[in-house]
């Protein structure tokens, strides 16, 4: 029987703008993410139906590895697969799991059938996010997220992460982002600008989330936590997608560490220090053959 074995990263966005309000009820994005070493991984064997197994806290919500896998399946004749996924990147937390899992599924799938498939063409029925996670580094995304321009390299990077361990759905921020928009949105310009050349001191003055006041005034607690988790990295915390996910950058690997050790030892939830991929690298590893 055929398998494969792939890995699923977690992403930060990095900036983020709302444009405004589309006739489809979407908001228009201006975002760049990039991935960050945080995974789910998938594996994906042949078999006689659909199953999946998951490692960790039930999915919440829509489990996008089988949206995937029927997606796909509407647009070839493809056997059942048996899928396993180990999850390392919490649920609803605004890192794009369930997102970055759909992907690796449609990545799955392509290669182990040999399907020839418009992977962003199925992506894109599935989520705004899934078409970032096609890509293999950091990238602006427009439209509702799923118009995905990789960007020239930037220096290297890492992150703290923090989540608090609760969730907040991304409908529910979008739905309260309108009383945070301004007439004249951030353009995407500056950001992109520092992003190719300065390390996390520069990059941290510009770094940017207009959901965080919509995911604040839902849950004002959170609001609190970025303001404890900047008193311990130097360039500030900002969140994540539509949360509830808060980071800070740090100048290496062992500052991320040392500083993930402070907050794990000041605040309770998920906390993890992670490299984030600032060019198109091979963070995806693949393994496939036979069992
Ligand atoms: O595309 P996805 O299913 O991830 O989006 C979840 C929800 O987030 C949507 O139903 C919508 O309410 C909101 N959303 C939005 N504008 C976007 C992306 C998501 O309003 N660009």
New binding site residues.
């Given amino acids: 029987m055929k398998r494969i074995r792939v890995r699923c990263p977690a992403k930060l966005n990095l900036f983020l703008e709302i444009l405004g309000r589309r006739p489809d009820?979407?908001?228009?994005?201006s975002t760049v993410m990039a991935p960050i070493g945080i995974y789910d991984t998938l594996t994906v064997r042949e078999a006689k139906t659909f199953a999946l197994d998951v490692e960790g806290p039930p999915l919440p919500g829509q489990n996008t590895v089988e949206k995937a896998y029927r997606a796909v399946a509407r647009r070839r004749k493809i056997p059942g697969v048996r899928a396993q996924l180990v999850k390392g990147i919490p649920a609803g937390s605004g890192m794009g799991g369930g997102?970055s899992d759909a992907a690796g599924m449609i990545e799955a799938l392509d290669t182990l059938f040999d399907l020839g498939l418009d992977r962003h063409e199925v992506a894109a029925e599935i989520?705004?996010?899934v078409n970032f996670f096609l890509e293999r580094g950091p990238a602006h995304c427009t439209g509702?997220?799923e118009q995905v321009a990789p960007i020239p390299s930037g220096p290297p990077l890492h992150a703290v992460v923090y989540w608090p361990g609760f969730s907040l759905s991304?409908?529910a921020v979008?739905?309260r982002v309108r009383e945070f928009l301004t007439r004249s949105p951030r353009i995407v310009i500056d950001f992109l600008n520092s992003f190719g050349r300065e390390g996390p001191e520069g990059l941290g003055r510009v770094l940017f989330n207009r959901l965080e006041l919509a995911a604040f005034a839902l849950h004002p607690e959170l609001a609190a936590l970025r303001t404890r988790l900047s008193e311990f990295c130097p360039y500030g915390a900002r969140m994540t997608g539509?949360g509830s996910a808060l980071y800070g950058l740090c100048a290496s690997g062992a500052e991320a560490r040392r500083l993930a050790q402070r907050v794990r030892a000041n605040l309770a939830g998920f906390v993890a220090a992670a490299g984030v991929v600032t060019r198109e690298g091979a963070w995806r590893s693949r393994k496939s053959g036979s069992s």
């Fill in positions: 009820g979407y908001h228009e994005l997102s989520g705004s996010d509702r997220g991304t409908a979008y739905g539509s």
